[in-house]
Nanobody, 127 residues
Framework: QVQLVESGGGLVQAGGSLRLSCAAS????????MGWFRQAPGNEREFVAAIEWYGSMILYTNSVKGRFTISRDNAKNTVYLQMNNLKPEDTALYYC????????????????????WGQGTQVTVSS
């Protein structure tokens, strides 16, 4: 497992942008993919986006397609989530997670399929 530290959350008005970062240590050579999840009060943790650590596959949940972009910098062991045109319904605690199953061939959406988790960073979008 790796230690994951998220940053970049904050308060923004609807239509605004934020970029979340997730720094991983130690090196993520044992990682298949990185994902972003979010959880609003009273709701279950939900999938937002995922990216292969060494490949090119990317996956988004439908509600963020065209607004959010996931990317990575392998040299910095960091994954990003650029969030544009934010909406009040995007308000949640955002978590970074790592899937260490190198034998996988497809990205996963279920939280239980990710082994390492960060502490989360709060995103609040005001209307």
């Amino acid at each position: 497992q790796v230690q994951l530290v998220e940053s970049g959350g904050g308060l923004v008005q609807a239509g605004g942008s934020l970029r979340l970062s997730c720094a991983a240590s130690p090196r993520t050579f044992s990682t298949y993919a990185m994902g972003w999840f979010r959880q609003a009060p009273g709701n279950e943790r939900e999938f937002v986006a995922a990216i292969e650590w060494y490949g090119s596959m990317i996956l988004y949940t439908n509600s963020v397609k065209g607004r959010f972009t996931i990317s990575r910098d392998n040299a910095k062991n960091t994954v990003y989530l650029q969030m544009n045109n934010l909406k009040p319904e995007d308000t949640a605690l955002y978590y970074c997670a790592a899937d260490h199953q190198r034998s996988r061939i497809s990205l996963r959406r279920k939280p239980e399929e990710y082994e390492s988790w960060g502490q989360g960073t709060q995103v609040t979008v005001s209307s």
